[in-house]
């Protein structure tokens, strides 16, 4: 797997960042080829908003059982906060609670594909993050800071 990451990140930052490598690594074999490089890159800059969203899911999954739940939206969360470095107004686990509170529909405590999308629809704040954590500019100076230092 990839070691890119700077030592400077949480631990949620690092798998995080892990996680949007396995998510674009869409053969599984360890690299983003070519392919997979173009494919990212059109999802990220030419992608409509019900792509981008099932994206966001399958990245936010991160169990892969097909459903968001509480932890994984909190560490996503902290991820991207730690990735961005962006103050806020409230917690990780207050906008968790607050995003959880709106759109898990059925009070399950978990997010299917479809709370998801029809609540990440109606929650602009919720929508705003999301993009925030599509928002490679960040990430992608990690990776060339590390390269340039090793």
Not at 109 to 117: M, Q, R, T
Not at 131 to 146: C, E, F, V
């Amino acid at each position: 797997m990839i070691s890119i990451i700077s030592s400077r990140l949480s631990g949620d930052a690092n798998s995080y960042i892990e996680q949007m490598f396995r998510t674009f690594d869409m053969n599984k074999d360890g690299y983003i080829d070519f392919m997979e490089y173009v494919a990212a890159l059109s999802l990220v800059l030419r992608g409509k908003i019900e792509q981008k969203l099932r994206w966001y899911f399958k990245l936010y999954d991160v169990d892969g059982n097909g459903c968001i739940d509480r932890h994984e939206l909190l560490n996503i969360i902290k991820a991207v906060r730690a990735i961005n470095g962006c103050d806020h107004d409230t917690s990780p686990e207050e906008f968790t609670n607050r995003v959880f509170d709106t759109i898990d529909i059925n009070g399950d405590g978990e997010l299917s594909l479809e709370e998801f999308v029809e609540g990440a629809r109606k929650d602009e704040e919720f929508m705003d993050v999301m993009m925030k954590s599509l928002d490679l500019t960040h990430i992608m100076t990690m990776i060339n800071n590390r390269r340039h230092s090793v």
